[in-house]
Each structure stands twice: as structure tokens, then as C-alpha cells.
């Protein structure tokens, strides 16, 4: 009997666990399954992250080591800085562009939208900002009344705690120095910066700063370092097939989890929650699959010839069926080191370099939804947003996703600094919130599918790459080598 792949095993589970949590919601029994299943997913969240800082760690130093020579270490950074930012522009205007074309934010009645518009201009003349349209509805006697009412809504949709919570994050970012992200990058204390995901960029430094050291020490006394870091290494990659071997159930209890936590004991919560803001999360995912299946794929095809459009996707499938169930860049990490060494025959050299510095700094889907995101929140408001002010938002998208940390969520973070960017109320990020985690899914989806053609196309340019069609049923078996 053929070998079930590991990625249908987890699209199994994954289904499953959606299965799973109507039921039990439909049966009353969502408590039960936020108690007692639920918490299976947050281990296998907690297990991939424990792997990924040290595999980070000695991967990045590994890579370095086994470069060898410093001005090839210098040219491969520039090419992988290069190319995450050339794929996260293209990526903001991708979205850009869908929002305006299909105007989610039009589509909702216009009665709401006025009174959306005059909750903006009441929050606009608290604020001191300049309403740059022309148009004034608290100066129209027909919307009194109703501009009184909003005033008294306005200030109650404030008290959301998790928004304030996020509010006060961005503006601890928006108010930093303008070299205050260069300060961040080195660490005070290396130990503490091991602790928190949240520091991954300050363990990249440290690893490369180590890697390069190596690099100028004689090579009898570097070299069993050298020796140390790549069987350290292997024990941590070890340990990602031991934990994939379980990834169908934990994939099973995470989504239970997730979909219990939105429908409660109601499942027309969840449709309710989709229905109302259906058409925007329709166009985030119509441009983030245009990033998935046609963006990559060609990007890949220009540069590199030999990897055909199936082979690449199944080659990497495993890393993406877990980046959709976990949402985290740097959760899965491990697996797609391990699908781009071993399935699309990346050198180790180059994966251990650019895709660490890829799970952190490359945020395409996140950047492409704070696009999509903006302008609809605008049109939602009945707001006309100029063209410099849609080059604003490439521009402060596309900087903040550098540093934007590889966890769940952490874009709703930097979309507040986005939306101030352009005068627009960070308290809006509410009206989006309730579909964040599924779209965040599919944002991992797409980060991780950036990451492995980046460091792809590196490799080619560095005749790095060593692709043969390999069955991904292989990559995690416990007795690979």
C-alpha cells in the first residue's frame, strides 16, 4: 500500500479538527473541547518554537562557518535583503491594486458607511487631524442626532481591551528614534533574547557576528566548533521528525481549538463573523493566493529553470500545511528547512542563512493585508484615499514588516502604525479582528512560500542548488539520514 504524504495526513487532521469543533459546538460542547483538546495544540505550537530558537541559533551559525569566505557571506546577504524586499513591494501593490479594482469597503450599505463617516470625523476633530476630502457631515443639521448617538458608541468600542492592549504597542513602536530598530538588533543580554521569540532578529546578530568571528580565527582552533554547531544542529533537526510524526493530531487539536474559541456553543457565530466582512477577507484571499500559486511560481520560473510548477509545491507542501495550521513563521521554521534542504535540494550553507533571516524580516502576506486592510477600513469610513497616500502605505508597510515579529498576530501591531500613517482611527483594527486568525493562516501560508523561493533562487545564483524529484512522503522518517 502507497505511503500517505505527510501534508495530506495534516490536511486530514486539519479538516478534522474544523469537523470536530462544529460538532461539538452544535453539541454544546465547546468547553470541553477548549479544556481538554485545545491545549494538545498549544503544545505542538510550544514544541516547534522550543526547537526553532536554537535551531536558529546554530543553523545561522553553521551557515556562516561552512561559507568560508567573508565577501561571499557579504554578497549573499545583499541578494537575500534584496529579494525579501523586492517581494514584499510587489506584494503591498498587489494589494493595493485588488482593493481598488473589487472595493470591499463600497459594497457595505451606505447607511453605515455614513455613520462609520461620522464616527471618523468626530475621532478626526478630537485628534486635530485634517480631513482632506472636503467632505463634512458634522456640519449637515440632518446628521446631528445621529452624530450625538455615534459620539456615545465611539467611546464605548474604545474600552476593547485587546485593542487598547495593541494600540499602546504601536505607539511605543511609532515613537521609538529613528535608529531605535538598529538598537534593538543587538542584544544586552544574549540569554534573556533565547527566552523570547519576540527577539529572534537579536539572535540572527548574534549568531552571524559569532559565524563571521569563526570565519577569522585559525581553522585548526575553529574547526571543532565548527564540528559542534552542525552536530547540535542535526540533533535539533532530529527532533522536528519526531514531532511531525505526531503533526496530524496536533494539527486535529489546534484547529478544534481555534474554531471552539470563535463559535462558542452558537455556530452561526462563526458564519455571522465571515458574513459581515465577507468581501474583504474574500479580496485578502484572492490576492494571497495570487501570491501563492502565480507571483512565486513565476518569480521561480524567471530564475530558476529546472524546478518544475508541481515540484516545487510538492516539495514544500509539508511547511505549508503547518504554517496554515499554526500561523507562525518561526514555528515552522524547522519543517521548511527541512523541505527546502531536502526536497528542493537547497545547500545547507544557504538554507541555514536566508531562511532564518527570511521567517523574520520577509512578511509579504502580512504586508498585503495591511494594504488590503487600510483602504478598506478608508471605504468602510467613506474615505478617498489620494495616491501619495497609498504610496505612504507601501512605504510604512513595507518597513514595518521588517522587525514585525514571526508570531500570530503580531500585524495587527504594526497595521495601527499603518493606519496612523495615513490619519486613519488605530481603534479600527476591531472592525477586522474577529477574521484575523484565519487570514493570519493564510498569511503564514504565503511567507513561508517567499521564504522558500527565496533562498531557492540564492542558491541557483550561488550553484547551490541540487534539485531532483524526491517523494516529501521521506523528509521526516525517523531513519532518514
Known amino acids: 500500500m502507497k505511503k500517505l504524504a505527510l501534508h495530506w495526513k495534516i490536511i ?51 551557515g556562516v562557518a561552512n561559507i568560508g569566505d567573508p565577501s561571499s557571506l557579504g554578497r549573499m546577504g545583499g541578494k537575500t535583503l534584496l529579494a525579501y524586499l523586492i517581494t514584499t513591494v510587489l506584494a503591498v501593490s498587489i494589494g493595493l491594486t485588488l482593493v481598488n479594482i ?31 476630502d472636503g467632505i ?32 499602546e504597542t504601536a505607539n511605543m513602536t511609532k515613537d521609538a528614534g529613528p535608529l531605535q530598530a538598529l538598537v534593538d538588533l543587538v542584544p544586552q543580554n544574549f540569554f534573556k533574547s533565547l527566552g523570547e521569540n519576540g527577539l529572534m532578529l537579536q539572535i540572527i546578530f548574534f549568531s552571524l557576528f559569532f559565524g563571521i568571528c569563526l570565519l577569522f580565527i585559525p581553522n585548526e582552533k575553529s574547526q571543532p566548533v565548527t564540528k559542534v554547531v552542525d552536530s547540535i544542529m542535526e540533533v535539533f533537526l532530529k527532533m522536528v521528525d519526531f514531532v511531525m510524526q505526531a503533526a496530524p493530531f496536533f494539527v486535529f487539536a489546534l484547529l478544534a481549538g481555534v474554531v471552539s474559541k470563535m463559535a462558542g456553543n452558537d455556530i452561526s457565530k462563526v458564519y455571522e463573523i465571515f458574513k459581515g466582512l465577507s468581501w474583504y477577507s474574500l479580496t485578502v484571499i484572492i490576492g494571497l493566493f495570487f501570491m501563492i500559486f502565480i507571483m512565486y511560481p513565476l518569480i521561480l520560473k524567471i530564475f530558476v529553470k529546472k524546478i518544475p510548477y508541481k515540484g516545487f509545491f510538492k516539495a514544500i507542501s509539508p511547511a505549508q500545511t503547518l504554517a496554515f495550521s499554526t500561523s507562525s513563521s518561526a514555528a515552522t521554521l524547522p519543517v521548511t528547512m527541512e523541505c527546502v534542504e531536502e526536497n528542493l535540494g537547497v545547500d545547507k550553507k544557504i538554507t541555514s542563512f536566508v531562511l532564518p533571516i527570511g521567517a523574520t524580516v520577509n512578511m509579504d502576506g502580512t504586508c498585503l493585508y495591511q494594504a488590503v486592510a487600510v483602504v478598506f477600513l ?11 497616500q497609498q504610496l505612504i502605505i507601501v512605504v510604512t508597510a513595507t518597513l514595518a514588516s521588517i522587525g514585525s515579529a514571526a508570531v500570530p498576530s503580531a500585524g495587527l501591531v504594526m497595521l495601527i502604525i499603518v493606519l496612523d500613517s495615513v490619519g486613519l482611527n488605530p481603534a479600527w483594527i476591531a472592525i477586522i479582528f474577529p477574521v484575523d486568525r484565519i487570514l493570519d493562516m493564510i498569511r503564514t501560508v504565503v511567507n513561508v512560500t517567499g521564504d522558500a523561493t527565496v533562498s531557492t533562487i540564492i542558491a541557483n545564483g550561488e550553484d547551490m542548488l541540487h534539485y531532483q524529484d524526491h517523494n516529501p512522503s521521506d523528509t521526516f522518517d525517523l531513519d532518514s539520514e
Do not use: C
Not at 450599505?109 to 487631524?129: L, T, V
Not at 443639521?141 to 465611539?154: C, G, K
Not at 478608508?378 to 501619495?388: E, K, P, V, Y
Open 12 to 62: 486530514i487532521g486539519l479538516v478534522l479538527g474544523v469537523i470536530w469543533a462544529l460538532l461539538s459546538s452544535s453539541l454544546g460542547w465547546s468547553q470541553f473541547t477548549i479544556d481538554w483538546i485545545a491545549p494538545f495544540g498549544t503544545i505542538f505550537i510550544n514544541l516547534l518554537k522550543m526547537i526553532a530558537v536554537p535551531l536558529v541559533l546554530f543553523s545561522v551559525i553553521s
Open 102 to 132: 473589487i472595493k470591499p469597503g463600497a459594497l457595505i450599505d451606505e447607511d453605515s458607511r455614513i455613520d462609520n463617516r461620522i464616527s471618523y470625523e468626530i475621532w478626526a476633530s478630537e485628534q486635530g487631524y485634517e480631513i482632506k
Open 136 to 167: 463634512n457631515y458634522l456640519q449637515d443639521p440632518e446628521f446631528l442626532e445621529r452624530a450625538q448617538r455615534i459620539t456615545d458608541l465611539s467611546k464605548s468600542e474604545l474600552q476593547d481591551a485587546s485593542v487598547s492592549e495593541k494600540m
Open 378 to 388: 478608508a471605504q468602510l469610513h467613506m474615505i478617498d484615499l489620494t495616491l501619495g
